[in-house]
């Protein structure tokens, strides 16, 4: 993701930024990959950059991927930034934070353990909030096409003729 | 007389679909020089438009217009609103379908002959002998161009079908090949050979694989006899005083509503909205819908006994590359009752795309149990598995007169409770095909439930007293002599075989019913 803040790069903007959790940096109005290898940004309008990472994390922990980049479940959860999603969003994330100072910490994202923050997302799998950020996650995650390489999915083949002669049969270990 | 057909020529046959039933039937009775006119509710896709890509695909070609279900099976928890997996286009289904063309073996045209009574099952013998078929099937096979039929080669097998092929072999299975497809493995009929590129299930780019789309629809439009009118849904069929069906209404894309007269009326519009027609054209002198003094519209409908079993392995499978469906194992197809339950069910490699693994392996699954399997995709071998599921007069097709269509209609309520011998044969297919992947070394075997329906069949059936079913051995309604049903909705019981070349067969051997009763003056 690029980062077009004010004319900023994402390195000014980073110098503006608090450490968040273990990965994040937010700034106003921003959440960024916290290390410069990261190398992505995501501007909010309407939820608070705070939020954001948040639903990241929630997101990263639904579907945990360790070799796939927040940068792709910030793209998942992007499009609940929007004006009539807010309200909803933060007041549901308002309740996993309070969750978490239920078992004794500040926020969701001070949850250092990822079982203790999918035990906290396990109390909640069958609320609205959670069903909505899960069924979305299933086409918002897998369905981004530059994740499929990661999981050595190939997509699209006609384009290059099919596999007749690109190893639909090489197989090789049998 | 030649296309197009105007609204008031009453001498027309109207066939409602143009899908595996529909639009053979089209073909078939334009060849013979009779007049059609074919309404289909989707509009027409050809090779150039279909999409190489799961959801785009799916957001071009499936029924997507609103549905509801009820019942036990696990569809209808995990995907509320769409009970089938099927299409809307010129050429229906057979656009999506994997091309799995398999005759019923004998015994399953006889099931409660040789079943024998089963609690709770609404079993019923085909009115049809099995010799009955033998030209039909073959004649359906070479329109199709089925492999392994006819001296037509097989395909070669891919990735995901040497790991089943080798599987199966270490079990001691010994039908095991790489099925009867209708995909040309050389070039037949004009069309192309297999390039396994895979994407089966969302067109085939390369018209390998028949569809009624690139071929029968085209060859019947060539007669000029046939005239097809795509994006038209029918809303009701009418009848006459005398009770003879006389036309049909239905709206045009523009939402425009038309009447077109008709002396014949044949339904094909996949096994949910086939019955939901009937049903939706009730009148003051059929108050239960049309063709139903029975009251078996709706009723008996089967989805086939399915599920899956994807298998993880410590080394790439890449199972996506080449034909979706790419081999079957036989073996278990057999009635053997010592397994626990009647009929018998076939195995058959299936693969999906990372975004449909997505979605189908465990629906609602989430965490690392869920992840890790996905992290393995590339080393997946997956297999679909298809069997006889019993038919139940409550598993059944209504009206769900609180929801209603971008057309004021009532949807279709898709209700389905799994019978005992559904789940009996369910579990000893998991069995069967955890093993054949536990026999080449898969770390980890997943039976994944059913997806959403795509073998759609029973809800007209055919029965040999009117009392029984709805139409009789020639797919005519045993009500109104000039209202057919054309499509899988006929079907008695459903077998353990994909149903298409079923289908295609009853459709060819029905134009040919209709064009000699035609000459006879007799309809």
């Known amino acids: 993701m690029s980062l077009h803040k004010q004319g900023m790069t994402r390195r000014q903007l980073l110098s503006q930024s608090a450490v968040f959790g273990a990965n994040f940096a937010i700034g106003s109005g921003f959440v960024a990959g916290r290390v410069e290898a990261a190398n992505w940004a995501l501007e909010v309008d309407h939820l608070t950059s705070e939020t954001m990472a948040t639903l990241i994390q929630m997101a990263r922990d639904i579907y945990p991927h360790d070799q796939v980049s927040d940068a792709y479940y910030a793209i998942a959860m992007k499009g609940y930034d929007t004006a009539e999603a807010a309200e909803t969003i933060e007041a549901n994330i308002a309740a996993l934070d309070a969750a978490a100072k239920g078992i004794g910490y500040a926020r969701y994202i001070d949850v250092g353990w990822e079982r203790d923050r999918v035990d906290l997302l396990r109390a909640m799998e069958n609320s609205p909030f959670f069903q909505q950020i899960r069924g979305g996650l299933v086409t918002g995650l897998y369905n981004q096409k530059a994740v499929w390489p990661i999981f050595g999915y190939e997509g699209e083949s006609f384009s290059q003729g099919g596999y007749i002669d690109r190893g639909f049969d090489d197989i090789n270990w049998l | ?523």
């Open chain 2, 1 to 523: 007389m030649t296309a197009p057909f105007d609204l008031n020529d009453d001498s027309v046959v109207v066939i409602i679909g143009t899908g595996a039933g529909g639009g053979v039937l089209a073909n078939e009775l334009a060849q013979k020089g009779i007049s059609v006119v074919s309404l289909e509710a989707g509009g027409r896709y050809l090779p150039e438009d279909y999409i190489n890509d799961e959801w785009d695909s799916f957001g071009q070609l499936a029924w997507t217009d609103p549905r509801s279900t009820s019942g036990d099976w696990r569809v209808a928890k995990d995907f509320s609103g769409l009970p089938a997996w099927i299409v809307k286009a010129v050429g229906g289904t057979t656009t999506h379908w994997a091309g799995a063309s398999l005759r019923f073996q004998d015994h399953e045209w006889k099931a409660k002959t040789i079943y024998g009574d089963v609690q709770g099952a609404n079993l019923l013998d085909w009115p049809i002998d099995p010799r009955e078929m033998d030209d039909y099937y073959t004649k359906a096979e070479t329109k199709l161009g089925v492999t392994r039929t006819g001296g037509r080669a097989g395909l070669p097998g891919n990735n995901n079908y040497k790991v089943f092929e080798a599987g199966a072999k270490a079990l001691g299975y010994k039908e095991v090949h790489t099925g009867r497809m209708a995909i040309n493995s050389a070039e037949y009929d004009g069309r192309m050979a297999c390039q396994q590129t895979g994407f089966c299930f969302q067109g085939c780019k390369w018209g390998a694989k028949w569809s009624s789309a690139y071929t029968d629809i085209p060859k019947g439009e060539a007669t000029g006899h046939l005239e097809v009118r795509e994006r038209c849904h029918v809303m009701r069929i009418e009848h006459d005083k005398k009770g003879r069906v006389s036309g049909v209404v239905y709206v045009d894309a523009k939402g425009q509503q038309h009447a077109q007269k008709a002396r014949i009326v044949c339904v094909a519009g996949n096994s949910i909205e086939s019955p939901r027609l009937l049903l939706n054209s009730a009148s003051s002198m059929f108050p239960d819908g049309l063709a139903n003094s029975s009251g078996q519209v709706g009723r008996n409908y089967m989805r086939h006994m399915t599920g899956s079993v994807y298998g993880v392995f410590d080394k790439p499978v890449r199972m996506w590359r080449g034909t979706t469906m790419a081999g079957i194992i036989q073996d278990e197809a057999r009635h053997d009752p010592s397994r626990g339950f009647v009929g018998g069910y076939e195995m058959e490699t299936l693969s999906l795309g990372l975004p449909f693994m997505a979605a189908f392996l465990d629906p609602g699954g989430w965490g690392r149990e869920f992840t890790t399997a996905l992290d393995h995709y590339e080393n997946m071998a997956g297999m679909w598995l298809v069997g006889e599921d019993m038919p139940q007069e409550t598993n059944r097709i209504t009206l769900n007169h609180d929801i209603k269509d971008q057309h004021g209609l009532p949807v279709a309520n898709v209700h389905f409770d799994d019978h005992p011998n559904d789940i009996a044969m369910r579990s000893h297919a998991y069995k069967q095909g955890i093993a054949v992947y536990e026999a080449v070394g898969a770390t980890r075997v997943f039976p994944t439930p059913p997806y959403p329906s795509t073998h759609n069949m029973g809800t007209n059936r055919m029965s040999e007293k009117a009392r029984d079913g709805v139409v009789n051995k020639h797919g005519q309604s045993h009500d109104i002599a000039n209202l057919f049903v054309s499509d899988g909705s006929q079907f008695t019981t459903g077998a353990a075989e994909n149903p298409t070349l079923t289908i295609v067969a009853l459709a060819i051997r029905q134009a040919d019913y209709i064009a000699s009763e035609m000459g006879k003056k007799t309809l």
